[in-house]
């Protein structure tokens, strides 16, 4: 065996075994019989290619895929993404009883029936039922925004908080809405390690409540910026990722305004420019929080078209 081809053997090793058993053979006779015979060393352009070749195995990423396939599996992961992110803020909350007046039963049940019905959508979307999914999606949003109603009717005791709101139900609706109708959509299994995300991200967000540690006041939107940044640079490997944070972390954006507009008022969405004083600055914090998502969905979208190409 001389130098060079014991070079590719060393590089192939990255790639898992069953894929090494079945393949490997074949694409080290392709290395070698391209390179010409005074070669020592497989060049960088080879090693960048084998490089990302395995990591695209093992990410489940290497499959050929049309753009528009690549749009579906973003849409249904950042929908489910979502509809766990908004079921674990329903659910944290209730622990949150600073004022020691204990938690009214009616918030209770409310809180409880926003988080079983993303539960019960989620489970519609890994089943493929695309249009119940987006139902209950909406019906938890409807019941999240009359929440704060129904628990100052039925409470007897003072309650402190009830969260307002959130723009990311809707957004779980508008997600969902283009895949009803068109059949299943193949995800690779290793995808939906990205579920863990919005887990980590109610986890710091509650401890940071719970705790009152300032350090993790912004703990929910730091992982979102994170995630999403990286994923950028895992576009190289997989475009589906990038695309699926820059979809999900649109609710954050619009999370931004969901106060002004509970607390302002239905009034400063008609009338903008006459309340412009109070909605400058929202708007401008949202323009800067659509950078990241914008550039995911950007990139993301057009490494899946030359993908798709290839």
């Keep these: 065996m001389t130098e060079l081809e014991r070079r590719y053997t060393r590089l192939l090793r990255l790639y898992p075994t069953g894929y090494r058993q079945a393949r490997g053979a074949e694409m080290l006779a392709v290395l070698m019989d391209s390179a010409p015979p005074d070669r020592r060393r497989p060049q960088w352009r080879e090693v960048r290619g084998l ?14 895929r049309t753009a528009g396939q690549s749009w579906r599996v973003a849409l249904r992961a950042a929908a489910l993404m979502l509809l766990i992110q908004y079921a674990g803020n329903a659910l944290w909350p209730l622990m949150y009883n600073p004022d020691d007046a204990g938690v009214p039963i009616a918030q209770v049940a409310v809180s409880i029936a926003i988080a079983t019905a993303c539960v019960l959508a989620i489970v519609a979307v890994f089943r493929g039922a695309y249009l119940a999914a987006a139902v209950v999606s909406a019906g938890a949003f409807v019941l999240e925004t009359i929440g704060p109603q129904i628990v100052a009717h039925f409470a007897t005791l003072p309650y402190s908080t009830f969260g307002l709101s959130s723009g990311g139900l809707p ?8 895949l009803i109708g068109r059949g299943p959509v193949v995800v690779p299994r290793k995808l939906n390690l990205l579920l863990l995300v919005p887990v980590v991200s109610v986890a710091l967000n509650a401890y940071g409540t719970l705790t009152q540690d300032p350090d993790f006041q912004t703990g929910s939107r730091a992982v979102w910026q ?16 990038a695309m699926t944070f820059g979809l999900a972390f649109f609710s954050v954006v619009v999370d931004r305004a969901m106060p002004d507009l509970v607390l302002g008022g239905w009034s400063t969405w008609r009338w903008p420019l006459t309340d412009w004083s109070m909605w400058r600055w929202t ?28």
């Excluded at 957004?171 to 283009?178: E, R």
């Design 171 to 178: 957004l779980v609706v508008v997600l969902l809405i283009p």
């Design 51 to 64: 490089i990302l070749g395995a990591l695209r195995v093992r990410a489940g990423a290497n499959d050929r």
């Design 226 to 241: 994170t995630f999403a940044v990286a994923a950028i640079l895992w576009s190289v490997v997989d475009e589906r990722v």
């Design 283 to 310: 708007l401008a914090d949202m323009a800067i929080l659509a950078i990241l998502p914008v550039l995911d969905i950007a990139i993301g979208a057009t490494v899946a078209v030359r993908r798709a190409r290839i």
